[in-house]
Every structure is written in structure tokens, then in C-alpha cells.
């Protein structure tokens, strides 16, 4: 039997926002209420890219392009169907990314998740898929919400 699927990714556009909304509230162990509220705000404002099997949505990357500095890009949200997951879709969904900052001239990519120390243990795979695709971490900081958690910043040179 051959398990191979056919993953389409495309621009992402207003009216996937409820796909994006609804595939989060599938994840709530990396999804809280407030981040969905942050996506649910602030989707329309960012970049960003889908994939669909079958014409059904599964998974999508966002990301934001030289706002804070002019040559990197910020990867905001990225999630994919649980029943997607390790079929390469996250990756490829990366990948698009990485290839649209560079024909911007965009020279490094970045990444916020939480660090190890969290008490959030389901990071490990969150880290473990940025690290396996190259990022490194640069830096740490303490949530402005609250100072229990850890954020890790993670880059890659493009």
C-alpha cells in the first residue's frame, strides 16, 4: 500500500482564516485561548502559505517579512493537522517560506518557541523539527506575560 500523499501549498488568502482558526482549536496543547484570540486579531496582517491533501486544508505557515529588522523574516504560527503530521507537510510548508525570503533578500529566518525548561513538555517536538531543519538558538527570554516561561529564539542563515 502505498502511503504517499499529494501536498499542494498555495498562498494563503482572507477567507482561510477560519481553516486556520478551527485546525488550532484542534491543538490545544500548543494553541492557548489567548494565542488563538492573536491569531484570530492578527492573521490577516501576515504572510503566509497553506497546504491542502485533496483539496481539504491541513496545515498552514505564517510569517512576518523585515519588521523589526530589514533583513530577516519572522515565522509567526505554523501548525498542521494531527492526522498530517510526519508526513513532510510542516517541511514543505518551511521550505516555501525559506525560498520566498530569499528572493526578497531576506537573509535569516527566525523562530520563537518555548524553551526546555517550560513546563510544557509537547516543545520537545516543536524544537526538535526547527533544530532537525537548521535553526540555532540565539537567544532566551522570559514571557512578558508570565516570567515561568522561557522563550527560545531560533535562526537560520538562508
Do not use: C
Not at 523585515?66 to 530577516?72: I, L
Not at 524544537?127 to 514571557?143: A, L, M, N, P, T
Amino acid at each position: 500500500m502505498n502511503n504517499r500523499i499529494s501536498i499542494e501549498i498555495r498562498k494563503k488568502e482572507e477567507k482561510d482564516t477560519q481553516d486556520i482558526i478551527k485546525l488550532l482549536e484542534l491543538l490545544p496543547q500548543y494553541f492557548s485561548k489567548p494565542t488563538l484570540e492573536a491569531v484570530r486579531n492578527n492573521i490577516s496582517r501576515h504572510d503566509g502559505y497553506v497546504a491542502t491533501v485533496n483539496d481539504k486544508f491541513v496545515g498552514f505557515i505564517s510569517f512576518l517579512v523585515g519588521r523589526s529588522n530589514y533583513h530577516n523574516g519572522k515565522i509567526s504560527w505554523m501548525a498542521v493537522h494531527p492526522e498530517f503530521q510526519n508526513r513532510g507537510i510542516g517541511k514543505k510548508l518551511l521550505k516555501v517560506v525559506e525560498n520566498y525570503l530569499k528572493s526578497k533578500n531576506i537573509e535569516v529566518i527566525e523562530v520563537n518557541t518555548l524553551a526546555e525548561n517550560s513546563d510544557y513538555p509537547q516543545f520537545h517536538r516543536t524544537r526538535q523539527f526547527y533544530k532537525k531543519h537548521g535553526f540555532i538558538e540565539v537567544s532566551r527570554y522570559k514571557d512578558s506575560l508570565d516570567d515561568s516561561v522561557e522563550i527560545l529564539v531560533l535562526q537560520k542563515k538562508i
